[in-house]
């Protein structure tokens, strides 16, 4: 079998066509992915997020505010419902204190938040609590509406106005910009805006800071006694607090002389902001709600916060680029199944119509196109032999046939005597048809590869003479010398009867075609076989035809010795089956030689000495 270069075989192009197909579409679901699940993704937290922001400040505003949650309720409902969110607020031991509406249990789920306005969660409301760093010290997770008992009473807001005026001129005097903002425990406080390279601004907006009212005294105290005893400084030392909980040391004598203020090192002013943050929960626990558990969920789909839904531009995008891969995939798909199954329709429609197939391609479809080409060839030249061959062979038995007939005719006419003679006659037209029909089967046996020989070691000597002698009669008869030149003793494997026959039908010819006085030598050697007459030769342009079937020369078909024309195409059939060669040569007017040629028998066993 010719196999196909790999380069041109239709598997490699399907192959490589599918490969590309399959990396393009892999290539742009894995992109389309990616890319509509990130945008999806960020769209969809980027609003959850801005959701569970809003709810939780909310709450932490009210928690701040309020000592219990008995308000909640109604404030989760409306919110609920504006954000199409199912808001429900827990206990710290998965007690349920409000809820927006039924949906399943969220004993085990994960919260979204926790609610202390004592314990902020900064990730959430992004950053220091409301910008007041002012009020806090800018570390406290305090949220600063938690005020308590820090409240500035609104009667007692004069004086800290009248500071907050004269800061602001003050301001406005070294060329800045301010404003009075209220903080949410009802003290008003300056935020300074506009250039102010040297903060003499910020010194003006300081001095309010250092403004403590009557209202606020006490608790500021508490909160300096609590802070002193939690950080156990020496006994000669304990620690003051002013309105916006920055921390003083103050002799333990004289607590309110702001000249003996000094600034508490940076060492130790971890501890100490910790510390006052932490006298500053302590006296806050009583007027702020407990912290409580937010969960922020679908109401559809339970426990879930993050919904994933697609939005109308991702999902456009997704239709459209798998909508472009398919319809990439059929395209290609299409236009190299036409071009595969082209070829295939002109193979089809050119053998159907006895035509020669047209080969384009060095592929299996241009390889079948050859392939088919030849088959077509043998088998149009096999019915033309067939025909030939019933023709002739209808020819080659007609003859004999008429022959036999007319005599019989004839005899029943009585236009000839039936005798010996007539006997004779018919005899020998029964004995040239069974002699055709004998080489037919011998042909047809060839043909079907049934034609079987038994080779054996076979003296050529021994062959040679036999032919001789069975050839003998008829030579003399046409005045044809018959010898036998053999060198040496030659020994072939060959089945002696079929070399006889081929050996005799070369001799039967060539003491036909040889007029009386020549002669026909029969010649061996270690490697051949030939039959030589000097004949009447055969033309060069009939030399190749005479192997043919009913192949004759004019000049032989005239002779009524001639025979049936199968003879020497048998010899040569015959000499194939030993898988050896029959050929012939030949000069006009001076005769012909036919050789044979058989392979070498083997070696003779080596004989032990
Ligand atoms: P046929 O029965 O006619 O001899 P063959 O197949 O034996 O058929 O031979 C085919 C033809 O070849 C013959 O008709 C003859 O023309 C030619 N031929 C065969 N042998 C010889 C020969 N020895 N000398 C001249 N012509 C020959």
Redesign the pocket.
């Known amino acids: 079998m010719i196999r196909v270069p790999l380069r041109h075989s239709l598997v490699t192009r399907l192959l490589v066509t599918s490969v590309l197909i399959v990396i393009a579409a892999i290539v742009a679901t894995a992109w389309l992915a990616a890319s509509t699940a990130t945008r999806a993704i960020s769209q969809e937290q980027g609003q959850s997020l801005t959701d569970d922001k809003g709810v939780y400040d909310m709450l932490l505003g009210y928690a701040a505010t309020h000592s219990d949650w008995s308000g909640a309720p109604a404030l989760i409902q409306a919110r609920a419902a504006k954000l199409d969110r199912r808001i429900t607020l827990m206990t710290l031991d998965r007690a349920v204190l409000a809820d927006s509406g039924p949906g399943p249990s969220l004993a085990a789920a994960r919260p979204s938040a926790t609610i202390d306005p004592l314990n902020v969660d900064t990730a959430l409301t992004g950053g220091p609590l409301n910008g007041d760093t002012a009020l806090t010290g800018g570390a406290a997770r305090i949220d600063p509406r938690a005020v308590g008992p820090f409240r500035v009473p609104a009667a007692q807001r004069d004086e800290l106005d009248k500071v907050a005026a004269d800061a602001l001129s003050c301001i406005r005097k070294v060329g800045a910009q301010g404003r009075v903002v209220d903080l949410p425990n009802g003290r008003p406080s300056i935020v300074v805006s506009g250039f102010d390279p040297d903060s003499y601004a910020a010194g003006c907006a300081s001095k309010l800071a250092f403004v403590t009212t009557k209202a606020e005294v006490k608790p500021l105290a508490q909160l300096g006694r609590l802070a002193t005893s939690c950080a156990g400084l020496s006994a000669k030392y304990r620690l003051g607090v002013w309105p916006d909980f920055s921390v003083f040391y103050a002799s333990a004598v004289d607590s309110v002389k702001v000249a003996e203020v000094q600034p508490v090192a940076s060492a130790s002013s971890a501890r100490i902001s910790g510390c006052v943050e932490k006298a500053r929960r302590a006296m806050l626990q009583a007027y702020v709600a407990p912290p409580a558990l937010l969960f922020v969920t679908d109401p559809r789909s339970g426990a879930d916060q993050t919904r994933f839904t697609l939005s109308r531009s991702n999902t456009i995008r997704i239709v459209t680029v798998t909508g472009g891969v398919l319809l990439a995939t059929i395209l290609v798909t299409v236009l190299v199944g036409y071009r595969l199954v082209r070829p295939l329709r002109a193979l089809t429609d050119a053998a159907d119509g006895h035509r020669p197939v047209p080969v384009s391609t060095q592929d299996e479809i241009g390889r079948l196109a050859r392939a088919l080409n030849d088959s077509t060839e043998r088998r149009d030249r096999a019915e033309a032999q067939r025909r030939a061959m019933v023709s002739d062979v209808a020819h080659e038995l007609r003859t004999p046939l008429t022959n036999i007939r007319s005599w019989l005719e004839a005899a029943q006419d009585d236009l000839a005597p039936t005798d010996g003679q007539l006997l004779e006659l018919l005899h020998d037209e029964a004995l040239l048809l069974q002699h055709i029909i004998d080489d037919l089967t011998d042909l047809a046996a060839a043909d079907a590869g049934t034609l079987r020989v038994h080779p054996e070691p076979t003296y050529v000597r021994d062959v040679l003479t036999q032919v001789a002698e069975s050839h003998r009669a008829p030579a003399q008869a046409a005045g044809v010398e018959l010898t036998i030149a053999v060198q040496g003793d030659p020994v072939v494997t060959a089945d002696p009867v079929r070399l006889r026959q081929v050996v005799g039908?070369?001799v039967?010819?060539?003491i036909?075609?040889?007029p009386a006085g020549g002669s026909v030598t029969l010649a061996a050697s270690e490697d051949r076989i030939s039959v030589r007459?000097t004949?009447?030769?055969?033309a060069p342009e009939?030399l190749p035809r005479?192997?043919d079937r009913f192949?004759?020369?004019d000049?032989?078909?005239s002779r009524t010795t001639?025979?049936?024309?199968?003879?020497?195409?048998i010899?040569r059939k015959l000499t194939e089956a030993h898988g050896g060669t029959l050929t012939a040569e030949?000069t006009l007017a001076h005769?012909?030689t036919?050789t044979i040629r058989l392979p070498a028998p083997p070696p003779p066993p080596a004989t032990p000495t």
């Open positions: 039908n070369l039967a010819n060539g036909r075609y040889t007459d004949g009447v030769g055969i009939n005479i192997f192949w004759r020369a000049g032989s078909r001639g025979g049936s024309g199968l003879g020497l195409a010899a030949s005769g012909s036919f």
